[in-house]
């Protein structure tokens, strides 16, 4: 099984245009980089040197930039995990202006650059973002592989998915423990580890609150790290209203990848059936879902929709325009009775079920798509 993926995002920069490079450890920036860009000037701020120097004094990159020839300035210069020295970017921002430079910006947190006084370049950078694979990326794609090993390029081929435990360790501990982004260490491992009952559920920011032995707003605070870290997502209620009641609030929160959260769920899926793997199955579509959003350049909305009697369909995309239900299978007329009740009060242009299966179908107004079909026009750009 290859080591190498051929990635679907294409960073293509006009002479002179500058761009911030985000995702998650490990999710192959770097690797993405070093074999589109191979001719760029590369600075690595995981090297404590490279920190300590750029910290004390971020000129030195103009000036280490001014002893190059010419011609290696003609491509964009690779500057990985800015996160690290946020004063950097003044920096950057001069030598854009001053010497017409242009860079990438890679970075695994956006955290510290929300902070006041953080040049994030005035929109002068383009932002792309990198994610686990997509089925499309991978030869002979397994699903269950993917869900039990999870789809970071590394850890997908592991023979072992327990491997990822030790991502699990260094990323809490390089991440979020040395960054100073919580304060309280043994409350957030409580917290971290509450996620395996609540993950794709309905927050209760109370009770989890409760658990850790924190204030609710710091629970909220919590998930918030999470988001800016990269770690995961929190979806919303889709809350246009009709007469029927529906959850209005609480948002549900999952993991950046569906392999991640198998082993803070302690999950393992053998077979592509029960209630484990249509969490699991549901958890993977979404990150279909968020990548192809990000690629196509896209900015619809991803909610979810529940009533306060039971029905719920997993993902609503834009303003109701499409809904989308993920189970492994449907085998009688009452499993779309979510899905039709949302098409009864809301008239989506589309009501789709993703399954696990190999026959799509019609069964009144919703379409039954295998995943594979449904992944395939979601990347090309048809679904909305």
């Known amino acids: 099984m ?29 690797s993405y980089l070093k074999s589109n860009f191979g001719d760029s000037v590369y600075f690595d701020l995981l090297n ?30 690779i500057i990985d995990e800015i996160q ?3 004063r950097l970017l003044n920096e950057v921002h001069r030598l854009i202006e001053t010497r017409g430079l242009s860079f990438i910006l890679c970075g695994s947190s956006a955290r510290k650059l929300k902070r006041p006084g ?16 997509s089925k499309t990326e991978i030869p002979d794609f397994d699903l269950l592989r993917a869900i039990n090993h ?11 998915p327990w491997n990822l435990d030790s991502y699990l360790n260094d990323y809490l501990e390089t991440e979020i423990y040395n960054e100073a982004y919580v304060r309280d260490v043994v409350a957030f491992t409580r917290f971290f ?4 009952y609540c993950h794709g559920e309905l927050l209760n920011f109370n009770g989890i609150a409760q658990d850790c032995g924190v204030h609710h707003h710091t629970a909220r ?18 809350t246009r209203s009709t007469g029927r009641q529906t959850i209005l609030r609480a948002p549900k929160f999952y993991l950046f990848d569906v392999g991640v959260a198998g082993r803070i769920c ?84 589309r009501a789709i079920v993703v399954v696990a299966e190999n026959e799509a179908r019609r069964i009144g107004n919703v379409e039954v798509l295998p995943y594979g079909e449904f992944i395939a026009e979601l990347q090309a750009g048809d679904l909305i």
């Open 221 to 238: 605070s919590y998930f918030q790290i999470l988001v800016d870290t990269l770690v995961g997502y929190l979806i919303y209620p889709f």
């Open 118 to 133: 953080v040049n994030l370049l005035g929109g002068r950078a383009w932002r792309f973002n990198m994610f686990p694979l």
């Open 193 to 196: 580890k509450a996620l395996s």
């Open 266 to 349: 302690d999950r393992t899926v053998s077979s592509a059936a029960g209630n484990e793997f249509g969490r699991a199955f549901e958890h993977y579509i979404l990150m279909e879902i968020w990548m192809a959003r990000s690629l196509l350049e896209r900015r619809f909305q991803i909610q979810y929709w529940r009533t306060k009697s039971g029905y719920e369909v997993d993902f609503i995309l834009g303003d109701g325009e499409v809904a989308i239900e993920v189970k492994s299978r449907v085998r009688r007329q009452r499993d779309l009775r979510p899905i039709n009740a949302f098409i009864n009060d809301y008239k989506p242009k």
């Open 84 to 86: 690290n020295v946020p």
């Open 150 to 160: 999870g789809l970071l390029p590394r850890h997908y081929i592991e023979r072992d």
């Open 2 to 30: 290859p080591f190498s993926y051929k990635r679907r995002l294409e960073i293509d920069l006009p002479q002179r245009q500058s761009a911030f490079l985000w995702g998650p450890r490990q999710s192959g920036k770097t």
């Open 48 to 77: 404590f040197a490279e920190v300590d120097r750029f910290t004390l004094r971020p000129t030195a990159l103009g000036d280490t930039l001014a002893e190059l020839p010419e011609g290696k300035l003609r491509y964009p210069i």
